[in-house]
Protein backbone atom coordinates (compact mmCIF):
# COMPACT_ATOMS: atom_id res chain seq x y z
CA UNK A 1 0.00 0.00 0.00
CA UNK A 2 2.79 2.33 0.79
CA UNK A 3 4.14 1.64 -2.26
CA UNK A 4 1.19 2.47 -4.04
CA UNK A 5 1.03 5.81 -2.03
CA UNK A 6 4.86 6.72 -3.15
CA UNK A 7 4.07 6.14 -6.50
CA UNK A 8 0.70 7.75 -7.24
CA UNK A 9 2.36 10.91 -5.61
CA UNK A 10 5.57 10.12 -7.90
CA UNK A 11 3.28 10.08 -11.09
CA UNK A 12 1.22 12.81 -9.50
CA UNK A 13 4.13 15.44 -9.32
CA UNK A 14 5.31 14.24 -12.89
CA UNK A 15 2.00 14.73 -14.20
CA UNK A 16 2.18 17.97 -12.40
CA UNK A 17 5.83 19.07 -14.11
CA UNK A 18 4.64 17.90 -17.15
CA UNK A 19 1.86 19.78 -17.61
CA UNK A 20 3.94 23.05 -16.31
CA UNK A 21 6.47 21.89 -18.91
CA UNK A 22 3.39 21.71 -21.44
CA UNK A 23 5.45 19.29 -23.56
CA UNK A 24 3.54 16.60 -25.17
CA UNK A 25 4.44 13.41 -23.48
CA UNK A 26 2.25 10.82 -24.53
CA UNK A 27 4.28 9.38 -27.58
CA UNK A 28 6.82 7.20 -25.41
CA UNK A 29 5.23 3.80 -25.59
CA UNK A 30 7.08 0.35 -25.37
CA UNK A 31 10.14 1.78 -26.95
CA UNK A 32 11.79 3.37 -23.73
CA UNK A 33 13.21 -0.38 -23.03
CA UNK A 34 10.22 -1.45 -20.66
CA UNK A 35 9.58 0.80 -18.07
CA UNK A 36 6.95 0.16 -16.09
CA UNK A 37 3.80 1.84 -17.11
CA UNK A 38 3.69 4.08 -14.42
CA UNK A 39 5.50 6.27 -16.44
CA UNK A 40 3.33 6.02 -19.11
CA UNK A 41 0.34 6.81 -16.94
CA UNK A 42 2.34 9.63 -15.70
CA UNK A 43 3.37 10.91 -19.15
CA UNK A 44 7.16 10.91 -20.22
CA UNK A 45 9.23 11.01 -17.23
CA UNK A 46 11.82 11.63 -19.54
CA UNK A 47 11.04 14.95 -20.24
CA UNK A 48 9.94 15.98 -17.12
CA UNK A 49 12.50 14.99 -15.26
CA UNK A 50 15.53 14.34 -16.76
CA UNK A 51 15.40 10.84 -16.89
CA UNK A 52 16.14 10.83 -13.01
CA UNK A 53 12.55 9.62 -12.19
CA UNK A 54 12.06 6.22 -14.07
CA UNK A 55 13.49 4.64 -11.62
CA UNK A 56 11.28 5.28 -8.58
CA UNK A 57 8.27 4.27 -10.84
CA UNK A 58 10.02 1.49 -12.72
CA UNK A 59 11.04 0.19 -9.04
CA UNK A 60 7.34 0.15 -7.97
CA UNK A 61 6.66 -2.81 -10.06
CA UNK A 62 9.84 -4.36 -10.44
CA UNK A 63 11.38 -4.44 -7.32
CA UNK A 64 8.92 -6.39 -5.03
CA UNK A 65 9.31 -10.23 -6.33
CA UNK A 66 9.40 -11.56 -3.09
CA UNK A 67 6.81 -8.80 -1.54
CA UNK A 68 4.48 -11.72 -0.45
CA UNK A 69 5.70 -12.23 2.67
CA UNK A 70 6.20 -8.55 3.42
CA UNK A 71 2.13 -7.59 2.51
CA UNK A 72 0.05 -8.73 4.82
CA UNK A 73 -3.06 -11.10 2.93
CA UNK A 74 -5.85 -8.76 3.54
CA UNK A 75 -3.82 -5.83 1.71
CA UNK A 76 -3.46 -8.05 -1.29
CA UNK A 77 -5.12 -7.61 -4.84
CA UNK A 78 -8.25 -9.20 -4.64
CA UNK A 79 -10.92 -9.42 -7.54
CA UNK A 80 -13.88 -11.00 -7.59
CA UNK A 81 -14.91 -12.47 -10.71
CA UNK A 82 -18.42 -13.68 -12.43
CA UNK A 83 -20.65 -14.14 -9.69
CA UNK A 84 -20.63 -10.44 -7.60
CA UNK A 85 -20.74 -10.53 -4.01
CA UNK A 86 -24.50 -9.65 -3.49
CA UNK A 87 -27.25 -11.06 -1.54
CA UNK A 88 -29.04 -13.73 -3.16
CA UNK A 89 -32.56 -13.03 -2.70
CA UNK A 90 -32.38 -9.15 -2.64
CA UNK A 91 -29.80 -8.87 -5.20
CA UNK A 92 -28.08 -6.18 -3.09
CA UNK A 93 -24.42 -5.71 -3.20
CA UNK A 94 -21.92 -6.35 -0.84
CA UNK A 95 -20.11 -3.84 -0.74
CA UNK A 96 -18.16 -5.07 2.32
CA UNK A 97 -16.91 -7.44 0.20
CA UNK A 98 -16.72 -5.38 -2.69
CA UNK A 99 -14.41 -2.57 -0.87
CA UNK A 100 -12.75 -5.46 1.35
CA UNK A 101 -9.19 -3.57 0.49
CA UNK A 102 -8.27 -0.54 -1.62
CA UNK A 103 -7.02 -3.13 -4.35
CA UNK A 104 -10.58 -5.30 -4.52
CA UNK A 105 -12.65 -5.24 -7.70
CA UNK A 106 -15.32 -7.32 -9.56
CA UNK A 107 -15.13 -8.25 -12.99
CA UNK A 108 -18.46 -9.25 -14.77
CA UNK A 109 -20.54 -8.06 -17.77
CA UNK A 110 -23.61 -6.16 -17.54
CA UNK A 111 -26.37 -8.64 -16.85
CA UNK A 112 -29.09 -6.14 -17.46
CA UNK A 113 -28.05 -5.09 -21.03
CA UNK A 114 -26.85 -8.64 -22.03
CA UNK A 115 -30.36 -9.78 -20.50
CA UNK A 116 -32.34 -7.67 -22.65
CA UNK A 117 -30.38 -8.54 -25.47
CA UNK A 118 -31.79 -12.23 -25.51
CA UNK A 119 -35.05 -11.15 -24.37
CA UNK A 120 -35.29 -8.94 -27.88
CA UNK A 121 -33.41 -11.55 -30.16
CA UNK A 122 -35.64 -14.05 -29.48
CA UNK A 123 -38.80 -11.63 -29.81
CA UNK A 124 -37.15 -11.00 -33.03
CA UNK A 125 -36.89 -14.28 -34.26
CA UNK A 126 -40.71 -14.99 -33.72
CA UNK A 127 -41.59 -12.33 -35.41
CA UNK A 128 -39.39 -12.99 -38.38
CA UNK A 129 -40.72 -16.63 -38.08
CA UNK A 130 -44.12 -16.15 -37.33
CA UNK A 131 -45.75 -18.23 -40.53
CA UNK A 132 -43.97 -21.44 -39.32
CA UNK A 133 -43.39 -20.82 -35.51
CA UNK A 134 -46.83 -21.75 -33.98
CA UNK A 135 -46.13 -25.46 -34.85
CA UNK A 136 -49.33 -27.04 -34.07
CA UNK A 137 -51.30 -24.54 -34.19
CA UNK A 138 -53.39 -23.34 -31.68
CA UNK A 139 -52.09 -19.71 -31.85
CA UNK A 140 -50.34 -19.97 -28.62
CA UNK A 141 -46.23 -19.68 -29.42
CA UNK A 142 -45.66 -21.68 -26.40
CA UNK A 143 -41.68 -21.74 -24.72
CA UNK A 144 -40.40 -23.27 -22.28
CA UNK A 145 -37.32 -21.48 -19.78
CA UNK A 146 -34.34 -23.19 -18.37
CA UNK A 147 -33.34 -20.88 -15.02
CA UNK A 148 -29.65 -21.48 -14.09
CA UNK A 149 -29.75 -20.77 -10.64
CA UNK A 150 -32.42 -18.61 -8.48
CA UNK A 151 -30.21 -16.72 -6.20
CA UNK A 152 -27.50 -15.60 -9.02
CA UNK A 153 -28.25 -12.30 -10.01
CA UNK A 154 -27.02 -12.77 -13.83
CA UNK A 155 -29.64 -16.03 -13.73
CA UNK A 156 -32.03 -13.78 -12.37
CA UNK A 157 -31.96 -11.12 -15.29
CA UNK A 158 -32.01 -13.97 -17.84
CA UNK A 159 -35.33 -14.81 -16.59
CA UNK A 160 -36.70 -11.27 -16.53
CA UNK A 161 -35.09 -10.51 -20.00
CA UNK A 162 -37.30 -13.07 -21.62
CA UNK A 163 -40.17 -11.92 -19.75
CA UNK A 164 -39.80 -8.85 -20.26
CA UNK A 165 -39.54 -8.88 -24.20
CA UNK A 166 -42.35 -11.45 -24.64
CA UNK A 167 -45.01 -10.02 -22.47
CA UNK A 168 -44.96 -12.22 -19.96
CA UNK A 169 -43.39 -10.67 -16.67
CA UNK A 170 -45.83 -9.84 -13.65
CA UNK A 171 -44.48 -7.25 -11.04
CA UNK A 172 -43.24 -8.52 -7.90
CA UNK A 173 -41.61 -6.11 -5.27
CA UNK A 174 -41.02 -3.31 -8.29
CA UNK A 175 -39.50 -5.81 -10.24
CA UNK A 176 -40.34 -8.67 -13.00
CA UNK A 177 -40.92 -11.87 -10.76
CA UNK A 178 -38.00 -13.98 -11.99
CA UNK A 179 -39.36 -17.08 -9.92
CA UNK A 180 -40.10 -20.33 -11.46
CA UNK A 181 -43.07 -21.46 -12.84
CA UNK A 182 -43.36 -25.24 -12.98
CA UNK A 183 -45.80 -26.24 -14.93
CA UNK A 184 -48.20 -24.07 -16.68
CA UNK A 185 -49.67 -25.28 -19.77
CA UNK A 186 -53.05 -23.92 -18.36
CA UNK A 187 -51.83 -20.45 -18.34
CA UNK A 188 -52.90 -20.10 -14.98
CA UNK A 189 -49.97 -19.79 -12.66
CA UNK A 190 -49.37 -16.64 -10.72
CA UNK A 191 -45.78 -15.83 -11.28
CA UNK A 192 -46.24 -15.32 -15.35
CA UNK A 193 -49.15 -14.17 -17.24
CA UNK A 194 -50.05 -14.61 -21.22
CA UNK A 195 -48.31 -12.48 -23.13
CA UNK A 196 -48.97 -10.98 -26.67
CA UNK A 197 -46.60 -10.39 -29.75
CA UNK A 198 -48.26 -8.26 -32.75
CA UNK A 199 -47.08 -9.02 -36.26
CA UNK A 200 -48.43 -8.14 -39.43
CA UNK A 201 -51.43 -6.31 -37.68
CA UNK A 202 -52.17 -10.23 -36.15
CA UNK A 203 -51.77 -10.78 -32.33
CA UNK A 204 -50.35 -13.64 -30.70
CA UNK A 205 -50.45 -15.10 -27.75
CA UNK A 206 -47.11 -16.04 -25.87
CA UNK A 207 -47.01 -18.34 -22.51
CA UNK A 208 -44.34 -19.50 -20.47
CA UNK A 209 -45.88 -23.28 -20.64
CA UNK A 210 -42.87 -24.15 -17.81
CA UNK A 211 -39.97 -23.27 -16.26
CA UNK A 212 -37.99 -24.77 -13.63
CA UNK A 213 -34.29 -24.17 -11.48
CA UNK A 214 -31.99 -26.97 -12.68
CA UNK A 215 -30.47 -27.57 -9.64
CA UNK A 216 -29.18 -31.03 -9.55
CA UNK A 217 -30.06 -33.55 -5.96
CA UNK A 218 -26.69 -32.66 -4.45
CA UNK A 219 -26.89 -28.66 -5.11
CA UNK A 220 -25.22 -27.67 -8.48
CA UNK A 221 -26.65 -25.37 -10.48
CA UNK A 222 -27.35 -24.47 -14.08
CA UNK A 223 -27.12 -28.08 -14.38
CA UNK A 224 -27.10 -29.18 -18.04
CA UNK A 225 -27.83 -32.49 -17.21
CA UNK A 226 -30.95 -31.80 -15.18
CA UNK A 227 -31.96 -29.56 -18.07
CA UNK A 228 -31.60 -32.16 -20.84
CA UNK A 229 -33.77 -34.54 -18.10
CA UNK A 230 -36.42 -31.57 -17.93
CA UNK A 231 -36.95 -31.18 -21.63
CA UNK A 232 -37.49 -34.57 -21.98
CA UNK A 233 -40.51 -34.71 -18.96
CA UNK A 234 -42.01 -31.52 -21.21
CA UNK A 235 -41.87 -32.60 -24.16
CA UNK A 236 -42.84 -36.00 -23.28
CA UNK A 237 -46.25 -34.27 -21.99
CA UNK A 238 -47.14 -31.18 -24.03
CA UNK A 239 -44.06 -31.47 -26.65
CA UNK A 240 -46.38 -30.25 -29.38
CA UNK A 241 -46.99 -26.95 -27.74
CA UNK A 242 -43.47 -26.25 -27.27
CA UNK A 243 -42.44 -23.58 -29.79
CA UNK A 244 -39.25 -21.97 -28.78
CA UNK A 245 -36.77 -22.86 -25.88
CA UNK A 246 -35.72 -20.59 -23.69
CA UNK A 247 -32.39 -21.13 -21.02
CA UNK A 248 -30.60 -19.03 -18.98
CA UNK A 249 -26.98 -20.02 -20.54
CA UNK A 250 -25.74 -22.39 -23.45
CA UNK A 251 -24.68 -25.49 -20.87
CA UNK A 252 -28.38 -25.78 -20.68
CA UNK A 253 -29.59 -24.72 -23.75
CA UNK A 254 -27.05 -27.06 -25.93
CA UNK A 255 -28.37 -29.94 -23.10
CA UNK A 256 -31.84 -29.46 -24.39
CA UNK A 257 -31.13 -29.23 -27.64
CA UNK A 258 -29.25 -32.43 -28.09
CA UNK A 259 -31.38 -34.40 -26.29
CA UNK A 260 -34.76 -33.21 -27.88
CA UNK A 261 -35.18 -29.54 -29.83
CA UNK A 262 -32.64 -30.56 -32.20
CA UNK A 263 -34.46 -33.58 -34.09
CA UNK A 264 -37.73 -31.61 -33.42
CA UNK A 265 -36.86 -28.41 -35.32
CA UNK A 266 -37.41 -26.14 -32.63
CA UNK A 267 -35.18 -23.04 -31.80
CA UNK A 268 -33.41 -22.71 -29.12
CA UNK A 269 -31.93 -19.84 -27.11
CA UNK A 270 -28.97 -19.71 -24.81
CA UNK A 271 -26.44 -16.96 -23.17
CA UNK A 272 -22.70 -16.79 -23.07
CA UNK A 273 -21.59 -17.93 -27.02
CA UNK A 274 -19.74 -20.99 -25.85
CA UNK A 275 -18.28 -22.68 -28.74
CA UNK A 276 -20.06 -25.96 -28.89
CA UNK A 277 -23.53 -23.18 -29.36
CA UNK A 278 -22.04 -21.16 -31.57
CA UNK A 279 -21.14 -24.08 -34.55
CA UNK A 280 -24.87 -25.58 -33.46
CA UNK A 281 -26.47 -22.28 -34.94
CA UNK A 282 -25.44 -24.41 -38.06
CA UNK A 283 -27.73 -26.63 -37.23
CA UNK A 284 -30.96 -24.39 -35.89
CA UNK A 285 -29.98 -23.70 -32.45
CA UNK A 286 -31.68 -20.22 -32.52
CA UNK A 287 -29.16 -17.82 -31.05
CA UNK A 288 -26.77 -17.37 -28.25
CA UNK A 289 -25.10 -13.60 -26.13
CA UNK A 290 -21.70 -13.01 -25.79
CA UNK A 291 -21.03 -11.80 -22.56
CA UNK A 292 -17.30 -10.92 -24.19
CA UNK A 293 -15.85 -13.16 -22.21
CA UNK A 294 -12.77 -12.51 -23.66
CA UNK A 295 -12.58 -9.24 -22.60
CA UNK A 296 -14.05 -10.68 -18.67
CA UNK A 297 -10.77 -12.99 -18.74
CA UNK A 298 -8.74 -10.17 -19.34
CA UNK A 299 -10.12 -7.53 -16.97
CA UNK A 300 -10.13 -10.24 -14.09
CA UNK A 301 -6.40 -10.47 -14.50
CA UNK A 302 -5.60 -6.99 -15.72
CA UNK A 303 -6.77 -5.31 -12.56
CA UNK A 304 -4.30 -7.77 -10.19
CA UNK A 305 -1.67 -6.68 -12.62
CA UNK A 306 -2.10 -3.46 -12.22
CA UNK A 307 -2.73 -3.28 -8.46
CA UNK A 308 0.45 -5.64 -8.23
CA UNK A 309 2.86 -3.20 -10.39
CA UNK A 310 1.06 -0.15 -8.45
CA UNK A 311 -0.15 1.83 -11.23
CA UNK A 312 -3.34 3.19 -11.90
CA UNK A 313 -6.05 1.08 -12.39
CA UNK A 314 -6.84 2.43 -15.58
CA UNK A 315 -3.87 1.21 -17.42
CA UNK A 316 -4.19 -1.28 -20.18
CA UNK A 317 -7.78 -0.98 -19.45
CA UNK A 318 -9.10 2.47 -20.91
CA UNK A 319 -5.66 3.59 -21.04
CA UNK A 320 -3.05 2.06 -23.50
CA UNK A 321 -0.17 0.44 -21.45
CA UNK A 322 3.45 0.47 -22.41
CA UNK A 323 2.54 -2.62 -24.85
CA UNK A 324 0.02 -0.87 -25.93
CA UNK A 325 -3.11 -2.66 -24.87
CA UNK A 326 -6.06 -1.04 -24.55
CA UNK A 327 -10.10 -1.61 -24.76
CA UNK A 328 -12.55 0.64 -25.94
CA UNK A 329 -15.95 1.65 -24.44
CA UNK A 330 -18.02 -0.14 -26.46
CA UNK A 331 -16.65 -3.62 -24.85
CA UNK A 332 -16.49 -2.52 -20.78
CA UNK A 333 -17.86 -0.09 -18.46
CA UNK A 334 -16.39 0.96 -15.23
CA UNK A 335 -18.27 1.35 -12.19
CA UNK A 336 -16.54 3.10 -9.81
CA UNK A 337 -18.82 3.67 -6.77
CA UNK A 338 -19.67 -0.61 -7.41
CA UNK A 339 -15.70 -1.49 -7.81
CA UNK A 340 -16.91 -3.10 -10.42
CA UNK A 341 -15.93 -3.67 -14.20
CA UNK A 342 -18.74 -4.87 -16.56
CA UNK A 343 -18.17 -6.34 -20.05
CA UNK A 344 -20.69 -5.55 -22.38
CA UNK A 345 -22.70 -8.27 -24.27
CA UNK A 346 -23.09 -8.84 -28.39
CA UNK A 347 -25.55 -11.24 -29.64
CA UNK A 348 -24.49 -13.61 -31.66
CA UNK A 349 -27.22 -15.54 -34.35
CA UNK A 350 -27.14 -17.10 -37.72
CA UNK A 351 -26.10 -13.35 -38.87
CA UNK A 352 -23.26 -13.30 -37.27
CA UNK A 353 -21.87 -16.37 -36.12
CA UNK A 354 -19.09 -16.77 -37.96
CA UNK A 355 -17.22 -14.27 -35.80
CA UNK A 356 -17.63 -16.23 -33.01
CA UNK A 357 -16.43 -19.69 -33.36
CA UNK A 358 -13.43 -19.84 -31.34
CA UNK A 359 -14.89 -18.70 -28.15
CA UNK A 360 -11.04 -19.41 -26.30
CA UNK A 361 -8.99 -16.62 -28.29
CA UNK A 362 -7.98 -13.56 -26.73
CA UNK A 363 -9.04 -10.28 -27.58
CA UNK A 364 -7.01 -9.05 -30.09
CA UNK A 365 -6.99 -5.25 -28.74
CA UNK A 366 -5.48 -6.56 -25.51
CA UNK A 367 -3.20 -9.44 -26.73
CA UNK A 368 0.25 -8.30 -26.59
CA UNK A 369 2.75 -9.44 -24.29
CA UNK A 370 3.79 -7.66 -21.18
CA UNK A 371 7.79 -7.05 -20.47
CA UNK A 372 8.98 -9.46 -18.17
CA UNK A 373 10.76 -6.82 -16.89
CA UNK A 374 9.09 -4.42 -16.25
CA UNK A 375 6.05 -6.70 -15.21
CA UNK A 376 7.90 -9.28 -13.15
CA UNK A 377 6.64 -13.06 -12.60
CA UNK A 378 3.86 -12.96 -9.34
CA UNK A 379 1.83 -15.23 -7.96
CA UNK A 380 -1.91 -15.92 -8.19
CA UNK A 381 -4.36 -18.17 -6.55
CA UNK A 382 -7.40 -18.59 -8.81
CA UNK A 383 -10.80 -20.61 -8.24
CA UNK A 384 -13.42 -21.55 -10.48
CA UNK A 385 -16.61 -22.34 -8.55
CA UNK A 386 -17.59 -25.20 -10.25
CA UNK A 387 -14.62 -27.23 -12.51
CA UNK A 388 -17.88 -28.68 -14.55
CA UNK A 389 -19.31 -25.25 -15.55
CA UNK A 390 -19.77 -25.54 -18.79
CA UNK A 391 -19.10 -22.25 -19.89
CA UNK A 392 -16.42 -21.27 -16.82
CA UNK A 393 -14.71 -24.59 -17.94
CA UNK A 394 -14.80 -24.61 -21.81
CA UNK A 395 -14.66 -20.85 -22.14
CA UNK A 396 -13.61 -18.88 -19.29
CA UNK A 397 -10.70 -20.71 -17.47
CA UNK A 398 -8.67 -21.25 -21.69
CA UNK A 399 -9.19 -17.55 -21.75
CA UNK A 400 -7.33 -16.55 -18.13
CA UNK A 401 -4.82 -19.72 -19.35
CA UNK A 402 -3.84 -17.22 -22.47
CA UNK A 403 -3.90 -14.43 -20.69
CA UNK A 404 -1.94 -15.32 -17.54
CA UNK A 405 1.02 -15.99 -19.76
CA UNK A 406 0.92 -12.52 -21.84
CA UNK A 407 0.80 -10.72 -17.75
CA UNK A 408 3.31 -12.87 -16.50
CA UNK A 409 1.33 -14.29 -13.65
CA UNK A 410 1.84 -17.56 -12.68
CA UNK A 411 -2.21 -18.87 -11.69
CA UNK A 412 -2.67 -21.72 -9.49
CA UNK A 413 -6.27 -22.84 -11.08
CA UNK A 414 -8.57 -24.27 -8.12
CA UNK A 415 -11.54 -26.08 -9.18
CA UNK A 416 -14.78 -26.18 -7.18
CA UNK A 417 -17.24 -29.22 -7.11
CA UNK A 418 -19.63 -26.08 -7.32
CA UNK A 419 -21.78 -27.00 -4.14
CA UNK A 420 -19.54 -26.00 -1.15
CA UNK A 421 -17.72 -23.22 -0.33
CA UNK A 422 -15.36 -25.55 2.00
CA UNK A 423 -14.05 -27.33 -0.73
CA UNK A 424 -12.64 -24.62 -2.51
CA UNK A 425 -11.84 -22.06 1.20
CA UNK A 426 -10.02 -25.79 2.33
CA UNK A 427 -7.89 -25.45 -0.92
CA UNK A 428 -6.52 -21.53 0.25
CA UNK A 429 -4.96 -22.83 3.19
CA UNK A 430 -1.80 -20.77 2.91
CA UNK A 431 -2.62 -17.51 1.25
CA UNK A 432 1.05 -16.27 2.01
CA UNK A 433 2.17 -17.98 -0.92
CA UNK A 434 0.46 -15.71 -3.16
CA UNK A 435 0.67 -12.69 -4.40
CA UNK A 436 -2.90 -11.87 -5.54
CA UNK A 437 -6.31 -13.44 -5.56
CA UNK A 438 -9.34 -14.12 -8.28
CA UNK A 439 -12.09 -15.53 -6.22
CA UNK A 440 -15.64 -17.40 -7.89
CA UNK A 441 -17.81 -17.66 -5.32
CA UNK A 442 -20.74 -20.88 -5.06
CA UNK A 443 -22.74 -18.45 -3.58
CA UNK A 444 -22.78 -14.72 -3.55
CA UNK A 445 -23.48 -14.78 0.01
CA UNK A 446 -20.69 -15.90 0.82
CA UNK A 447 -17.60 -13.50 -0.06
CA UNK A 448 -17.00 -13.40 3.97
CA UNK A 449 -15.61 -17.18 3.95
CA UNK A 450 -12.57 -16.18 1.54
CA UNK A 451 -12.11 -12.87 3.50
CA UNK A 452 -12.08 -14.26 6.66
CA UNK A 453 -8.92 -16.28 5.25
CA UNK A 454 -7.36 -13.45 4.25
CA UNK A 455 -7.79 -11.05 7.29
CA UNK A 456 -6.47 -14.01 9.36
C1 LIG B 1 -22.83 -17.97 -17.16
C2 LIG B 1 -23.29 -19.34 -16.84
C3 LIG B 1 -22.47 -19.92 -15.73
C4 LIG B 1 -22.46 -18.99 -14.56
C5 LIG B 1 -21.59 -19.47 -13.47
C6 LIG B 1 -22.86 -17.15 -15.93
O1 LIG B 1 -22.43 -15.86 -16.21
O2 LIG B 1 -23.64 -17.42 -18.13
O3 LIG B 1 -23.17 -20.15 -17.96
O4 LIG B 1 -22.97 -21.17 -15.37
O5 LIG B 1 -22.04 -17.72 -14.96
O6 LIG B 1 -21.58 -18.61 -12.38
Not at 25 to 52: I, Y
Not at 262 to 267: L, M, R, S, Y
Not at 272 to 277: E, M, P, T
Not at 352 to 380: I, M, R, W
Amino acid sequence: MKRKLVSMTLALMMGISLTACGSGGDDKPAADGGNTSTEDQAGDTGAADEGAGDTGAADEGAGDSGSSAEVANKDKPLVWFNRQPSNSSTGELDMTALSFNEDTYYVGFDANQGAELQGTMIKEYIEANIDSIDRNGDGVIGYVLAIGDIGHNDSIARTRGVRKALGTGVEKDGDINSDPVGTNTDGAASAVQDGSIEVNGKTYVVRELASQEMKNSAGATWDAATAGNAIGTWSSSFGDSIDVIASNNDGMGMSMFNAWSKDNKVPTFGYDANSDAVAAIAEGYGGTISQHADVQAYLTLRVLRNALDGVDIDTGIGTADDAGNVLSDDVFVYNEEQRSYYALNVAVTSDNYNDFTDSTKVYEPVSKQLDAGAHPSKKVWLNIYNASDNFLSSTYQPLLQNYDDLMNLEVDYIGGDGQTESNITNRLGNPGQYDAFAINMVKTDNAASYTALLSQ
